[in-house]
């Protein structure tokens, strides 16, 4: 009966809209400190300037928008980082900037050959850019796989022009509920890799596969941490907005499995522990401040 009813509502473009279009105001009324501190108390702590408690509501184009208010899109040049096979790209194409290129540490050559986009396999950390090369770069589900995040976020730095922009939206963190892209909850905090790898291959679930074991066994994760992506961040970017996205999920394991949450806190911070993602607006620093900064880490 309730499947049915999905179903139905699925096809019903009118109420899809609807309930849509209520997103914002649920994220609004979520991200009032009144809600955010009863539900997640560890918050009064956290840094940023918008909080979610879902991904829902924050669609490409709501994330556009918001980077409109920073770039005028038609007349920039745009690096997309991460492209994979070339998906995302079309959302940029739309925009018609000024030039688009996009690259990821995977090539996929068939697929990036229909795209308008200039794109080729690149290492993140090593971009065969020249400096101050594009006014946006943009990455989306890139930096919770990176192996090296301070050289990543420098290379981003270097090849953004001066007073450009960098968006980053990425997640899930490591430390996360299914942090490891994997459907299970914190089993991937008990384990080292090799045993979570045999872990995963024991379960044969395709998905896990494909992203789990994919990225464990490429060594692309990123085990940093929230505090930890800001406080790089900050070496070479003023922080224009950031988004902190806590995940359902693990409320819901802190108050279903008290004695398992227990043990977890015992090793790791709650922020860390219930933060799923991310997203930033970075605008880069002059490079002589980036050189100051660079210098007091």
């Known amino acids: 009966m309730l499947g049915r009813l ?12 609807a309930v849509r279009s ?20 560890y918050l009064s702590d956290a840094y940023f300037d918008e909080v ?21 899109l038609e007349a920039s040049d745009v690096l997309v980082l991460g492209c994979g096979r ?4 079309k959302l940029w194409e739309q925009q018609s900037p000024r030039s688009l290129v996009g690259c990821d540490y995977f090539g996929h050559p068939i697929d990036w050959a229909r795209r308008e986009a200039d794109v080729a396999a690149m290492d993140v950390g090593a971009l065969a850019f020249a400096d101050n090369s594009f006014d ?23 090849v953004t022009r001066p007073g450009g922009m960098v968006f980053a939206n990425f997640g899930p963190l490591y430390r996360g509920y299914g942090g490891a ?50 406080a790089v961040f900050r070496r070479y970017f003023d922080l224009s907005h950031v988004t902190l996205t806590v995940s359902p999920e693990a409320l819901h394991f802190k108050r279903e ?17 219930c933060t799923f993602a991310m997203r930033a607006w970075l605008r880069v ?9 660079r210098r007091a880490a």
């Not at 620093?285 to 900064?293: D, Y």
């Open 6 to 17: 999905k179903s139905e509502l699925k096809q019903n473009r009118h109420v899809v809209g």
């Open 22 to 41: 209520a997103y914002p105001a649920l994220n609004w009324l979520r991200g009032q400190k009144a809600y955010y501190l009863r539900a997640a108390p």
């Open 52 to 72: 979610c408690f879902s991904n829902r509501g924050n669609d490409p184009a709501t994330l556009l928008k918001r980077t409109r208010q920073y770039v005028p």
């Open 86 to 89: 070339g998906e995302e790209l």
């Open 136 to 158: 946006l770069v943009s990455s989306t589900a890139l930096l919770e796989h990176v192996r090296d995040l301070e050289a990543c976020v420098a290379e981003m730095a270097r």
């Open 181 to 230: 892209h994997f459907l299970g909850s914190y089993e991937h905090l008990w384990m080292d890799d090799a045993q979570f790898d045999a872990y995963l291959e024991a379960r044969n679930i395709p998905y896990e596969r494909e992203e789990a074991l994919h990225w464990l066994r490429n060594d692309m994760f990123s085990r940093a941490t929230y505090d930890e992506y800001l």
């Open 257 to 273: 499995q008290p004695q398992v949450w227990a043990s977890l806190r015992e090793r790791y911070s709650e922020q860390d522990l």
């Open 285 to 293: 620093k002059p490079k002589a401040a980036v050189l100051t900064e």
